[in-house]
């Protein structure tokens, strides 16, 4: 099948929106929760519990063919609503297109299907978005802690967890240190 | 602030803390690690075993053994890792059945830490990630901002940043060459290849002030134009370089040795590598031409002519070679850059973004108010969420920038090309020997600081 | 020359040795002469055994010691241990540009026994620190330990919940190597300052420096342990003696 090569950033927004369509179409008439076509970037937010049909969709039906997944990130949106994000970045090798399918969870209960079996490569990135975000991919393989140790508590890249560190002793704080220079 | 996941004491104390949201306990998971289907029939078998009999005898633990599997640890301190890398390796004999690849020993907190300073305090943190090609760090960020700023960038500074990330290209692939052939016996190359590194090195030196992490890209362009002499030097460089290529590739494909450990050693499918998101050097060793330079061209990349070196079957000699004739390619394309180099400006003039010139400030009051702006708050980004994916030594250098219209970025995430290529370790290094495993290790290229970030 | 006498520094205006002069200064002679003399002076403080031992000690091992630091500073062997973006600057020490050979240093280590110094050449993350700990104390003395970097000195620009803020919280370190990452040189100047350390202060080891007893391996107290004392009452006797007693956690005197 030979693909006609197309000008400027694709898809473009109305490119975006027969994506959308086809979702509502194929998969659901109600999994496209918002499309967003920002600075050339097509994006597109689905419902959680449809994340998977979605993906399979993309990946596999003839005229989409997002058949690479280049990464996968969690966000954290914190004073906004359903907070946590998972963001998928699909590519499209043959047309060189990149989309964004993104699940908005409640923090409470961070559930989503784990896309490994569809692609092997988030393996590793839903470890890291578990480690760091405490989103729970149910389904997934191995779910633990990839980079930070096992045994430690909270989740570090949320936005309400302290940053730590120690503060740097200048001339102005020197009375409160620890007082070990004298 | 409640974090649910951070218990109290008491609730430690009472045993009443809410349960980690899987439900094991963190000792049953670090048993838990499945090693490899074979191990898991011994067991399987060993169970049976004793529920037959009902009680442990010897003959459980001494199986055959042409069956008996064995778990090795290497790492995280091991000089062949390239890095704080653990592998746990299962062995039948010494022929590899899985590696489970566990990392995190130099997790920095990058990400994290980069949402505490303004956008462009950023730059030297970002470029720590991935210590040994530390130019395309900070072009993947500077990219992703000047994309959400809608900036654009001169075409002088793209033809810079061009020419600096070729040179660090060339630096990557001397450091991956000079320790990989380390790891395999041949000593020499790591001094031959260190002195080119050096010499790199010193072209960095003399256009940015610093040897590595330069911080020599700026959002909306690069940081000083290039000092007289730079040119000169650089054309020097890259007319004697291909001959010291042709040198190494000469010492390294006449050694028996060598060839016998990269021929037929480690290789996977094109498919099986696109599944696993394997991108770059490995992927083009099998035959697929992907690179994002001619694929997706950014920063000018249009504007040379330059080949994209692929490989055939995709086993270890394929890497290695793909690697060396990428150092070819580096070199014309510098070539061509710095006879192309356009004259102009080196950083964007809008000076919301960059700060005015020195002398301007002795004259202009607009510029010493913007310049007051800059240095306290930084640069105030619109909203918005990008992802910006460039082609770095190892692959697919993804930055996620997420705004909230503050000067300080919302969320920041790389997605880098060794964190998601060790997961291929696994598929590449089954059913070769233990000792074909730090081959593969070697041609894989971890750099453990973008892996664990 | 006897290999005894060997401090020619003793030897006023070149003067040359006469074997069968007894005043010599230097000769074989006249130490004995000297230990005598000392002897008859401290006799009845102690005795014995006890008193040949300290004899032995204040009068001949002085200038063996200097001997053997000498030699132990010329070879310091480092161990192969990159932790980040320092350890890339620390291979290049090797190689022909700075030739850490010059130095008596290049022959890298990969086993924590073979190995008397450690480089932490890069960030030490809390997932790390313990690791690094325990190949600290598979070390052999004695061992020393150079911090290479903002990030093993301080913590450097990564103050956050991952990095370990300063790898001197875990380890006695004897040299800090500030930059990010160092020169190779500056690298070679702090490998310099350590020679020079262990040259002049033999007897400054580590433990006595930072008040470090009971940081091996194993507690004091136990079965291991190479010797029978009260290790808090040890420490605060150590700390009357130097007038340094520190000020309690948390208070700080003005
Ligand atoms: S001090 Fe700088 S160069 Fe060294 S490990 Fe830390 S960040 Fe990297």
Redesign the interface.
């Given at each position: 099948m030979e693909d006609p090569p197309r000008e400027g950033p694709v898809p473009d927004a109305p490119g975006l929106e027969l994506i959308a369509n086809a979702l509502r179409e194929h998969v659901g008439a109600d999994v496209v929760v918002e499309t967003s076509y920002?600075?050339?970037?097509a994006?597109v937010e689905v419902t959680p519990s449809a994340l998977l049909a979605v993906l399979k969709f993309l990946k596999e039906d003839q005229t989409q063919g997002y058949?690479?997944?280049?990464?996968v990130?969690?966000?954290?949106?914190l004073p906004e609503a359903p907070r946590l994000g998972v963001?998928y970045?699909l590519l499209n090798?043959r047309r060189?297109e990149?989309i964004?399918v993104k699940v908005r969870l409640e923090?409470?209960d961070p559930h989503v299907a784990s896309a490994v079996e569809l692609?092997?490569?988030a393996?590793?990135?839903e470890r890291?978005i578990y480690d760091f975000f405490?989103v729970?991919f149910d389904g997934h393989p191995?779910?633990?802690?990839?980079?930070?140790?096992?045994?430690?508590?909270?989740?570090?890249?949320?936005?309400?967890?302290?940053?730590?560190?120690?503060?740097?002793m200048f001339t102005h704080n020197e009375?409160?240190?620890?007082?070990?220079y004298? | 602030m409640t974090d649910r996941s951070t218990p109290t004491p008491e609730e430690i104390a009472e045993g009443t803390s809410p349960p980690d949201p899987l439900g094991v306990s963190y000792r049953e998971r670090e048993e838990s690690i499945t090693l490899s289907p074979l191990g898991q029939q011994i067991a399987e078998q060993r169970e049976a075993n004793r529920a037959e009999r009902g009680n442990v005898s010897q003959a459980d633990t001494a199986l055959a053994p042409e069956t008996e599997l064995l778990t090795m640890n290497i790492g995280p301190h091991h000089p062949a890792t390239h890095g704080v890398l653990r592998l746990l390796t299962t062995l039948e004999g010494e022929v590899v059945k899985e590696t489970k690849p566990l990392i995190g020993y130099v997790h920095t907190g990058i990400e994290k830490n980069c949402e505490d300073k303004s956008y462009w305090k950023v730059i030297p943190l970002i470029e720590r990630m991935d210590y040994v090609s530390y130019y395309f760090n900070a072009l993947a960020y500077c990219m992703a901002v000047e994309k959400l700023l809608d900036e654009e960038v001169p075409e002088r500074a793209q033809y810079l940043r061009v020419i600096h990330l070729e040179l660090c290209r060339i630096h990557s692939h001397m450091v991956w060459l000079g320790t990989s052939a380390l790891d395999l016996g041949a000593i020499s190359m790591f001094w031959y290849c260190f002195r080119e590194r050096d010499n790199v090195l010193d072209l960095f030196e003399m256009s940015s002030g610093q040897r590595m992490h330069t911080r020599f890209f700026q959002i909306g362009g690069v940081f000083e134009d290039i000092p007289t002499g730079f040119a000169d030097k650089l054309r020097d460089f890259v007319q004697q370089m291909p001959g010291r290529i042709d040198q190494f590739a000469d010492l390294l494909d006449s050694n028996e040795i060598f060839l016998q450990r990269m021929k037929g050693i480690g290789a996977v499918s094109e498919e099986r590598l696109l599944e696993l998101g394997v991108t770059g050097p490995l992927l083009r060793a099998t035959g697929n031409p992907w690179d994002l330079r001619k694929a997706a061209p950014y920063s000018s990349y249009d504007d040379f002519d330059f080949k994209v070196p692929v490989g055939t079957v995709g086993d270890n000699y394929d890497r290695y070679k793909v690697r060396l004739m990428e150092l070819y390619e580096s070199c014309k394309i510098i070539e061509q850059a710095l006879d192309g180099l356009p004259e102009g400006p080196w950083i964007t003039d809008n000076r919301k973004v960059a700060l005015p010139p020195r002398h301007e400030l002795a004259t202009s009051m607009e510029a010493l108010i913007h310049h007051f702006k800059l240095v306290t708050e930084g640069i105030r980004v619109p909203a918005g969420e990008v992802y910006l994916p460039i082609e770095s030594p190892r692959g697919e250098l993804g930055c996620f920038v997420r705004s909230d219209g503050s000067s300080k970025p919302a969320r920041l995430h790389m997605r880098e090309p060794s964190f998601v290529n060790l997961q291929a370790l696994s598929d590449m290094a089954k059913d070769t020997y233990l000792a074909d495993l730090i081959a593969t290790l070697a041609m894989l290229d971890p750099i453990l600081g973008g892996i664990d970030r | 020359m006897t290999p005894d006498s060997a401090n020619g520094s003793d030897n006023p205006g070149g003067a040359l040795p006469n074997p069968f002069y007894t005043d010599q200064p230097g000769s074989p002679e006249e130490f004995r002469a000297r230990q005598l003399r000392a002897r008859e002076m401290l006799k009845g403080d102690i005795e014995s055994d006890d008193f040949e031992k300290y004899v032995e000690e204040a009068v001949m091992l002085t200038t063996l010691d200097k001997a053997l630091n000498w030699a132990r500073s010329q070879t310091v062997f480092p161990m192969t241990f990159g932790l980040a973006c320092c350890a890339i600057e620390m291979m290049s020490i090797v190689s022909a540009r700075y030739d850490v050979a010059r130095f008596g240093s290049e022959a890298f280590r990969a086993s924590p026994r073979q190995a008397d110094l450690l480089i932490l050449s890069g960030r030490v993350s809390i997932k790390m620190a313990p690791v690094i700990r325990r190949i600290y104390d598979q070390m052999l003395e004695p061992k020393w330990v150079i911090a290479m970097g903002a990030c093993s000195s301080s913590g450097g620009v990564f103050s956050n919940y991952a990095i370990v803020q300063g790898a001197d919280k875990f380890l006695p370190i004897d040299v800090h190597v500030p930059g990010c990452p160092p020169r190779p040189e500056a690298l070679i100047y702090g490998l310099i300052k350590l020679q020079r350390k262990i040259k002049g202060n033999p007897d400054l080891g580590w433990r006595e420096r930072y008040d470090a007893f009971g940081t091996e391996e194993y507690p004091y107290g136990t079965a291991n342990a190479p010797h029978d004392v009260d290790l808090d009452q040890l420490i605060a006797e150590r700390r009357l003696q130097k007038g340094n007693g520190r000020p309690a956690a948390g208070g700080s005197s003005a």
């Open positions: 920002y600075r050339e970037q994006c058949g690479f997944l280049a990464s990130h969690g966000v954290d949106y963001h970045e090798m060189v990149r964004r923090i409470d692609f092997p490569t393996d590793f990135q890291e405490g729970i191995d779910l633990r802690r990839i980079l930070m140790p096992e045994d430690y508590e909270g989740f570090p890249q949320r936005r309400d967890f302290a940053l730590g560190g120690e503060p740097v009375p409160e240190g620890p007082g070990w004298e | - | -």
